[in-house]
């Protein structure tokens, strides 16, 4: 047997040689074999260590005499393990000193599940910080998320940092028209997309000092990302569509007193390019006539609400789901005969209003967001009763000589109607915007022989004289505007009688009078 037995670590390499650690076995049997562990804990190797067998005491065989072979060996092996550095100075090989892979959830989805969005505008930043005195190269990777099939990636050079210090780096790029798969790494997931990080050093050939001090820090946000289509499960919501209003300009002729269509019909178009269940609420559709303060609400008691709404389908660009009114099934004459300048309305719509059947086949685009269109047709079917109708046009008499011995002066409005209605028409005469004066006649302009569809049978001509005094005559000069009120009124009161595009009422207006001649 051995006692006594005493090994030496040194380091050969540093100068001057430095002693790394000395360990004694007091006993090894004969044939047998011993093993004992080092801690390096804070120990500092420069390079190559050297064993040395610094002292071998044999336990001896006293006066009794062995047999030696000398093949026999005392062998010492030395074995450098599971070493796990605070820090080294070395030239160090090409590495990654970061090799991530991981899915990475998206936060605050409420109950929207994504499994695809391609996207309209929109960055990344990355910010990289690195204590390392060498080079640091990150690369940033988002495998599923592809434009023109090409991976998204951001590359980043982090020069090396001073003793004590660090370096910062930062790089931003636009994600628009990138399509981002939320599926995962393995394509079996929602709301996950899937990342991989990496941060390496290149062989430079310069001696180079890492510890586990050294840190590389990495941050990436996303910046005001905008989608234009989106795809999977997108939950329960509700989307607004007003209150709000809407000006009509269908009645901007000025009517007055009264008028009645025979029949009205109204549709309302909900369109959208959304592929989701929904339903729509309609709390309100007013027509308002804000000048005599009436108003009349679309009656929807014929339809049962919440109106179904038709779910797009992917492969075209728009889905219209309309519901159609009349006089059978609402109160749509009543609705425009108040002839109104304005439509109030107020609709809700509830998306996914089933829950989610895990079929994640939703989606919507941006491009035809959710809206709601009331069209109307008015066929100009009408009785009316002293509607009054306003126009202003434009008056020039400047150019006529003065006479003298005016005798007899008039003013006639040849009138051609065409309309199966009678009227009374009177005469505003303006000078810059103020009316001067007026003519009133009491002669009625009678209305044309049509058709039961409207056609012109044969028009009615009549002649409006309005007699005026000289002074009046002379002054025409002066007027450069001339209001005319028509007053209309079908015949017989109680019918309807239908207009055409074609139909007019043709006005001219001309002076008359005779000269006395001395």
Same mark, same amino acid.
């Given at each position: 047997?051995?006692?006594?037995?005493?090994?030496?670590?040194?380091?050969?390499?540093?100068?001057?040689?430095?002693?790394?650690?000395?360990?004694?076995?007091?006993?090894?049997?004969?044939?047998?074999?011993?093993?004992?562990?080092?801690?390096?804990?804070?120990?500092?190797?420069?390079?190559?260590?050297?064993?040395?067998?610094?002292?071998?005491?044999?336990?001896?065989?006293?006066?009794?005499?062995?047999?030696?072979?000398?093949?026999?060996?005392?062998?010492?092996?030395?074995?450098?393990?599971?070493?796990?550095?605070?820090?080294?100075?070395?030239?160090?090989?090409?590495?990654?000193?970061?090799? !991530?892979?991981?899915?990475?959830?998206?936060?605050?989805?409420?109950?929207?599940?994504?499994?695809?969005?391609?996207?309209?505008?929109?960055?990344?930043?990355?910010?990289?910080?690195? !204590?390392?005195?060498?080079?640091?190269?990150?690369?940033?990777?988002?495998?599923?998320?592809?434009?023109?099939?090409?991976?998204? !990636?951001?590359?980043?050079?982090?020069?090396?940092?001073?003793?004590?210090?660090?370096?910062?780096?930062?790089?931003?790029?636009?994600?628009?028209?990138?399509?981002?798969?939320? !599926?995962?790494?393995?394509?079996?997931?929602?709301?996950?997309?899937?990342?991989?990080?990496?941060?390496?050093?290149?062989?430079?050939?310069?001696?180079?000092?890492?510890?586990?001090?050294?840190?590389?820090?990495?941050?990436?946000?996303?910046?005001?990302?905008?989608?234009?289509?989106?795809?999977?499960?997108?939950?329960?919501?509700?989307?607004?569509?007003?209150?709000?209003?809407?000006?009509?300009?269908?009645?901007?002729?000025?009517?007055?007193?009264?008028?009645?269509?025979?029949?009205?019909?109204?549709?309302?178009?909900?369109?959208?390019?959304?592929?989701?269940?929904?339903?729509?609420?309609?709390?309100?559709?007013?027509?308002?006539?804000?000048?005599?303060?009436?108003?009349?609400?679309?009656?929807?008691?014929?339809?049962?609400?919440?109106?179904?709404?038709?779910?797009?389908?992917?492969?075209?660009?728009?889905?219209?789901?309309?519901?159609?009114?009349?006089?059978?099934?609402?109160?749509?004459?009543?609705?425009?005969?108040?002839?109104?300048?304005?439509?109030?309305?107020?609709?809700?719509?509830? %998306?996914?209003?089933?829950?989610?059947?895990?079929?994640?086949?939703?989606?919507?685009?941006?491009?035809?967001?959710?809206?709601?269109?009331?069209?109307?047709?008015?066929?100009?079917?009408?009785?009316?009763?002293?509607?009054?109708?306003?126009?202003?046009?434009?008056?020039?008499?400047?150019?006529?000589?003065?006479?003298?011995?005016?005798?007899?002066?008039?003013?006639?409005? @040849?009138?051609?109607?065409?309309?199966?209605?009678?009227?009374?028409?009177?005469?505003?005469?303006?000078?810059?915007?103020?009316?001067?004066?007026?003519?009133?006649?009491?002669?009625?302009?009678?209305?044309?022989?049509?058709?039961?569809?409207?056609?012109?049978?044969?028009?009615?001509?009549?002649?409006?004289?309005?007699?005026?005094?000289?002074?009046?005559?002379?002054?025409?000069?002066?007027? @450069?505007?001339?209001?005319?009120?028509?007053?209309?009124? %079908?015949?017989?009161?109680?019918?309807?009688?239908?207009?055409?595009?074609?139909?007019?009422?043709?006005?001219?207006?001309?002076?008359?009078?005779?000269?006395?001649?001395?």
């Amino acid at each position: 047997g051995i006692r006594d037995y005493k090994v030496t670590g040194v380091q050969t390499c540093a100068l001057p040689i430095s002693l790394v650690a000395t360990e004694t076995f007091t006993y090894i049997a004969a044939g047998s074999s011993e093993v004992k562990a080092i801690d390096m804990s804070g120990k500092t190797i420069y390079g190559d260590l050297t064993l040395y067998v610094s002292n071998i005491d044999v336990v001896g065989t006293g006066v009794s005499s062995v047999l030696i072979d000398t093949s026999d060996a005392v062998i010492s092996n030395i074995t450098v393990r599971d070493l796990v550095l605070a820090s080294a100075t070395a030239y160090f090989p090409a590495q990654n000193i970061v090799d !991530t892979a991981e899915n990475r959830a998206l936060a605050d989805m409420g109950d929207v599940q994504l499994t695809k969005a391609i996207i309209e505008s929109g960055k990344i930043r990355m910010e990289a910080y690195s !204590t390392v005195s060498d080079t640091v190269y990150f690369s940033y990777t988002l495998p599923g998320t592809k434009k023109d099939g090409i991976p998204f !990636t951001m590359d980043l050079i982090i020069p090396p940092a001073t003793q004590g210090n660090f370096t910062y780096e930062e790089i931003m790029k636009d994600v628009s028209g990138y399509e981002f798969d939320f !599926t995962g790494r393995n394509g079996d997931t929602i709301n996950t997309f899937y990342t991989e990080v990496q941060a390496r050093i290149d062989s430079t050939g310069k001696l180079a000092t890492i510890s586990l001090q050294d840190s590389v820090y990495l941050l990436l946000e996303v910046l005001d990302l905008i989608p234009n289509y989106v795809h999977g499960y997108l939950g329960q919501d509700t989307i607004r569509i007003g209150p709000n209003s809407k000006s009509l300009d269908v009645f901007d002729f000025n009517p007055s007193g009264v008028l009645q269509f025979e029949t009205v019909n109204v549709s309302l178009n909900l369109e959208h390019a959304l592929g989701i269940q929904a339903e729509g609420d309609v709390q309100r559709v007013t027509a308002v006539n804000s000048k005599k303060n009436q108003e009349v609400a679309l009656d929807f008691s014929a339809f049962n609400l919440p109106l179904s709404i038709n779910k797009a389908n992917d492969t075209i660009e728009k889905s219209v789901t309309s519901y159609f009114f009349d006089s059978n099934n609402s109160n749509t004459d009543a609705l425009f005969n108040i002839m109104p300048d304005r439509l109030d309305y107020d609709i809700s719509v509830y %998306t996914n209003t089933e829950g989610n059947n895990f079929s994640y086949s939703d989606f919507a685009s941006k491009k035809y967001p959710f809206s709601a269109n009331l069209d109307v047709e008015i066929p100009l079917s009408i009785k009316t009763n002293n509607l009054l109708l306003v126009d202003t046009v434009s008056f020039d008499y400047s150019s006529n000589n003065k006479f003298e011995n005016i005798i007899s002066p008039r003013i006639i409005l @040849d009138v051609a109607n065409e309309l199966p209605i009678a009227a009374s028409i009177k005469l505003y005469f303006l000078e810059k915007g103020v009316v001067l004066d007026s003519l009133i006649s009491n002669q009625i302009i009678q209305g044309a022989f049509v058709e039961e569809n409207g056609a012109l049978i044969e028009g009615a001509r009549s002649e409006l004289i309005y007699p005026i005094e000289e002074s009046f005559f002379q002054d025409l000069k002066l007027f @450069d505007q001339v209001i005319l009120k028509a007053s209309l009124e %079908t015949f017989p009161n109680s019918d309807f009688v239908k207009i055409l595009s074609t139909n007019n009422i043709k006005c001219s207006l001309r002076t008359d009078f005779e000269l006395k001649l001395n």
